[in-house]
């Protein structure tokens, strides 16, 4: 009798395992599709981080998205002042820079920043390959920047 009842933990035991397998492989295959679905270096709605502030410029929030064919970055750029957007390109890095309509007073926000003014937005992205600047096209409104890298 003992001999049926280790074989039956035996057999359970290896079914959890084998169920184990299936579900840690299920997940990372869900991963896998979230990522190529989602391509992006860093999301801005995938998780939440504070926009870093240095000195006068501050680092705007943003999404990039890789469409196959091209790479579509969509920046938050409130309060920006028309005309001041400015896109460049080293290497597989694209800088961006925009000058605020006024300078912001960041204490009115938080008293984390108490004295911190800003007045300009400044950042640099990591693109997942070098672009050729001639295939890009840049549209603002509204303070959202579209900029789309054609590959």
Request: glycine residues 4%; positive net charge; without cysteine.
């Given at each position: 009798?003992?001999?049926?009842?280790?074989?039956?933990?035996?057999?359970?035991?290896?079914?959890?395992?084998?169920?184990e397998s299936?579900?840690?492989?299920?997940?990372?295959?869900?991963?896998?599709?979230?990522?190529?679905?989602?391509?992006?270096?860093?999301?801005?709605?995938?998780?939440?981080?504070?926009?870093?502030?240095?000195?006068?410029?501050?680092?705007?929030?943003?999404?990039?998205?890789?469409?196959?064919?091209?790479?579509?970055?969509?920046?938050?750029?409130?309060?920006?002042?028309?005309?001041?957007?400015?896109?460049?390109?080293?290497?597989?890095?694209?800088?961006?820079?925009?000058?605020?309509?006024?300078?912001?007073?960041?204490?009115?926000?938080?008293?984390?920043?108490?004295?911190?003014?800003?007045?300009e937005y400044?950042?640099?992205?990591?693109?997942?390959?070098?672009?050729?600047?001639?295939?890009?096209?840049?549209?603002?409104?509204?303070?959202?920047?579209?900029?789309?890298?054609?590959?």
């Amino acid at each position: 009798m003992s001999d049926v009842i280790d074989e039956f933990f035996k057999r359970f035991e290896k079914r959890l395992k084998d169920l184990e397998s299936e579900m840690i492989r299920e997940v990372q295959r869900i991963s896998r599709e979230i990522e190529r679905t989602f391509t992006s270096i860093r999301p801005s709605w995938y998780s939440y981080e504070a926009p870093r502030i240095h000195g006068e410029t501050i680092e705007p929030l943003y999404t990039m998205r890789d469409l196959g064919d091209r790479i579509v970055i969509y920046l938050d750029l409130p309060y920006s002042a028309t005309g001041t957007l400015d896109v460049k390109f080293s290497g597989n890095i694209m800088y961006i820079s925009a000058k605020l309509k006024s300078k912001i007073n960041l204490e009115d926000w938080s008293n984390r920043y108490r004295g911190v003014e800003v007045s300009e937005y400044k950042t640099a992205i990591t693109l997942p390959f070098t672009p050729d600047p001639n295939n890009v096209r840049i549209r603002a409104k509204k303070g959202v920047v579209e900029i789309v890298i054609f590959k």
